[in-house]
Structures are given as C-alpha cells and as structure tokens.
Nanobody, 114 residues
Framework: QVQLVESGGGLVQAGGSLRLSCAASGSIFRINAMGWYRQAPGKQRELVAIITSSGTTTYADSVKGRFTISRDNAKNAVYLQMNSLKPEDTAVYYC????????WGQGTQVTVSS
C-alpha cells in the first residue's frame, strides 16, 4: 500500500504561480512513476505530468513550457511547479504513484481567476 498526501493548491490570478507537493509513505520501495493528474468540473481526469524513478518526464501538451515536475527520491516526494497559470488550469489536481498498482491522493483544488 502507498499513501499520498498533496498540498499547495489554492486560488491565484491568471499569470500567477503555484507549487504543488505530494509526499508518499507506505510501500514506497515499490514506486516507479509518480506524477499529477487533474479533473475539471464535467471533464474526465487527464494527465498533467509524470516522472519516472530515473527522471524521465512526460507532460501534457497544454502545460509544456509552463509546468515543471520534479521528484525527490530521498524524501519520497514529487512536486509540480506551475507558472503562467490560465483559467483553464482550474481543476482538482491529484497526485499519482504507480507501484504495481495505481495509487491516488485525495486531490487539491487549484483555481485560477481571470
């Protein structure tokens, strides 16, 4: 079992920045990829960014050049630096970890006002 706890969401004006953090605990030695997904009202959950244990990253086209994912393996944590935020980035952001099974955090709300 892996437990994930997110922090760092909030309300920000368009063009602003936020940094999300996610701390993992439990069977952390099994974790391979970690990352972030988001779900806006009335929409499906979508990939934002993923980072593997070796540091390989994947980003959604909509966030490339604005968001940066990073990982601290020593702290079992993953971060998402979000810059130049847009109203369409408004969503609940979920931390994700894959350890022979997909694990999810409880979600943190990000709201970008225009």
């Amino acid at each position: 079992q892996v437990q994930l706890v997110e922090s760092g969401g909030g309300l920000v004006q368009a063009g602003g920045s936020l940094r999300l953090s996610c701390a993992a605990s439990g069977s952390i030695f099994r974790i391979n990829a970690m990352g972030w997904y988001r779900q806006a009202p009335g929409k499906q959950r979508e990939l934002v960014a993923i980072i593997t244990s070796s540091g390989t990253t994947t980003y959604a086209d909509s966030v490339k050049g604005r968001f940066t994912i990073s990982r601290d393996n020593a702290k079992n944590a993953v971060y998402l630096q979000m810059n130049s935020l847009k109203p369409e980035d408004t969503a609940v952001y979920y931390c994700y970890a894959f350890a022979n099974f997909a694990y999810w955090g409880q979600g943190t709300q990000v709201t970008v006002s225009s």
